[in-house]
């Protein structure tokens, strides 16, 4: 992760940046977000967000918080690998430079192991905390498959019930779903996405 100092509101970031505007596009169409509408969320015009989505301007720290808040990210998600030697930017994710996803206060930690999210699809790796629970189904437009890693996951596919464990994979399209970790430790899974959803 590009390392940011000691920065604040008032400074642009770095060329370590240069892809935020790819990212922030690809989570603008996920989530079914019109410029306009991204634009007035954040107080901001429409020609500057369509700038920094095409990398003509670089958004401040201050920015990219307002952004992470909005698609529920973590601000160093929109810090890339660019210390990665060139060849392997587009193609490789080391362990160590990971991007992480989601809402860790829910119980669930999720690293993006895809380079990034502008493809057809997104792979994550999704740490379920010990008794973590996605209470309320959720239905996305997207095919969904997993394997488990390790520990257990009970994961409500409609209305059906499965358990399962370390080996076991699953795969659902358009249907609501929702999951609990049941046991007394985390369970790691393997979690592929298409579209992606970050």
Same mark, same amino acid.
């Given at each position: 992760? @590009?390392?940011?100092?000691?920065? &604040?509101?008032?400074?642009?970031?770095?060329?370590?940046?240069?892809?935020?505007?790819?990212?922030?596009?690809?989570?603008?169409?996920?989530?079914?977000?019109?410029?306009?509408?991204?634009?007035? @969320?954040?107080?901001?015009?429409?020609? /500057?967000?369509?700038?920094?989505?095409?990398?003509?301007?670089?958004?401040?720290?201050?920015?990219?918080?307002?952004?992470?808040?909005? !698609? &529920?990210?973590?601000?160093?998600? !929109?810090?890339?690998?660019? &210390?990665?030697?060139?060849?392997?930017?587009?193609?490789?994710?080391?362990?160590?430079?990971?991007?992480?996803?989601?809402?860790?206060?829910?119980?669930?930690?999720?690293?993006?192991?895809?380079?990034?999210?502008?493809?057809?699809?997104?792979?994550?790796?999704?740490?379920?905390?010990?008794?973590?629970?996605?209470?309320?189904?959720?239905?996305?437009?997207?095919?969904?498959?997993? !394997?488990?890693?390790?520990?257990?996951?009970?994961?409500?596919?409609?209305?059906?019930?499965?358990?399962?464990?370390?080996?076991?994979?699953?795969? !659902?399209?358009?249907?609501?779903?929702? /999951?609990?970790?049941?046991?007394?430790?985390?369970?790691?899974?393997?979690?592929?996405?298409?579209?992606?959803?970050?």
């Amino acid at each position: 992760m @590009t390392k940011m100092g000691h920065m &604040d509101g008032s400074h642009d970031i770095n060329s370590g940046l240069s892809s935020v505007g790819t990212d922030l596009r690809a989570l603008r169409k996920s989530r079914c977000i019109t410029l306009s509408d991204l634009a007035s @969320t954040l107080g901001r015009s429409v020609g /500057w967000v369509s700038q920094v989505e095409r990398g003509i301007s670089e958004p401040s720290i201050s920015d990219l918080r307002k952004f992470a808040e909005i !698609f &529920d990210v973590s601000v160093s998600f !929109f810090f890339r690998n660019d &210390d990665a030697p060139i060849e392997e930017r587009d193609y490789v994710v080391r362990a160590s430079r990971r991007r992480s996803l989601g809402n860790p206060s829910a119980g669930l930690i999720e690293e993006l192991l895809s380079p990034d999210i502008g493809g057809a699809f997104e792979m994550v790796r999704s740490i379920f905390a010990p008794g973590a629970e996605l209470t309320e189904p959720q239905t996305r437009e997207t095919e969904e498959a997993g !394997f488990i890693v390790s520990g257990t996951l009970d994961l409500w596919i409609g209305v059906q019930k499965f358990r399962l464990e370390a080996g076991d994979s699953f795969r !659902f399209r358009h249907e609501p779903y929702r /999951w609990h970790n049941p046991g007394s430790i985390e369970t790691i899974a393997i979690w592929t996405i298409a579209p992606p959803v970050y």
